[in-house]
T-cell receptor, first 114, second 114 residues
Framework: KQEVTQIPAALSVPEGENLVLNCSFT??????LQWFRQDPGKGLTSLLL?????REQTSGRLNASLDKSSGRSTLYIAASQPGDSATYLC?????????????FGKGTKLSVKP | DADVTQTPRNRITKTGKRIMLECSQT?????MYWYRQDPGLGLRLIYY???????NKGEISDGYSVSRQAQAKFSLSLESAIPNQTALYFC?????????????FGSGTQLSVL
């Protein structure tokens, strides 16, 4: 059974720092991996999606990498800002499952201090 | 207006009551999903529907039922609510014709069962 783990559970950094959020998964037979952002009182917003054949995806200050063989993904946030404060969730879609049957990690709650 | 709308946003009910959570979308997506989020457990899939005539159980469907009234509407019912169904519930949609197939989430319904 696929399990997704995110470390750390919470992270507090000063504004301007570069930071890395970690995600690991137990079964490397994944179809893709997504990183989501969750703000209080709002739904989840997809930030980056990496297909199993890809190694990384970039969007603005965000870069997500995928190493299937080791079962790991990282989300790199450059020059962090207070507006980046949110909970970040990693989710895996397995081969043979539907795209909506994602396996989520528990998230990393990020706080960026001004 | 939001593309994926959930009603109500908050609901408090008593054990044994029947309750319905509603989701409507203007994205024209065929696929719709219901997830619940519990502190410390992440998001888990309850039910999903690939079209009006196709409904499937997710990881934790016991105690829940769904109805896909139209392409745009997908309702989740708790026939007899119990306290451990207290959670944040999310509806999501996706388009299998979109590559990659991303999920779009509603803002959530916070349900408390007393």
């Amino acid at each position: 059974k696929q399990e997704v783990t995110q470390i750390p559970a919470a992270l507090s950094v000063p504004e301007g720092e570069n930071l890395v959020l970690n995600c690991s998964f137990t079964d490397s037979a994944i179809y893709n991996l997504q990183w989501f952002r969750q703000d209080p009182g709002k739904g989840l917003t997809s930030l980056l999606l990496i297909q199993s054949s890809q190694r990384e995806q970039t969007s603005g200050r965000l870069n997500a990498s995928l190493d299937k063989s080791s079962g790991r993904s990282t989300l790199y946030i450059a020059a962090s800002q207070p507006g980046d404060s949110a909970t970040y969730l990693c989710a895996v879609a397995n081969y043979g499952g539907s795209q909506g049957n994602l396996i989520f990690g528990k998230g990393t709650k990020l706080s960026v201090k001004p | 207006d939001a593309d994926v709308t959930q009603t109500p946003r908050n609901r408090i009910t008593k054990t044994g009551k029947r309750i319905m959570l509603e989701c409507s979308q203007t994205k024209g997506h065929d696929r719709m999903y219901w997830y619940r989020q519990d502190p410390g457990l992440g998001l888990r899939l309850i039910y999903y529907s690939f079209d009006v005539k196709d409904i499937n159980k997710g990881e934790i469907s016991d105690g829940y039922s769904v109805s896909r009234q139209a392409q745009a509407k997908f309702s989740l019912s708790l026939e007899s609510a119990i306290p451990n169904q207290t959670a944040l519930y999310f509806c999501a949609t996706s388009d299998p014709g979109q590559e990659p197939e991303k999920l779009f989430f509603g803002s959530g319904t916070q349900l408390s069962v007393l």
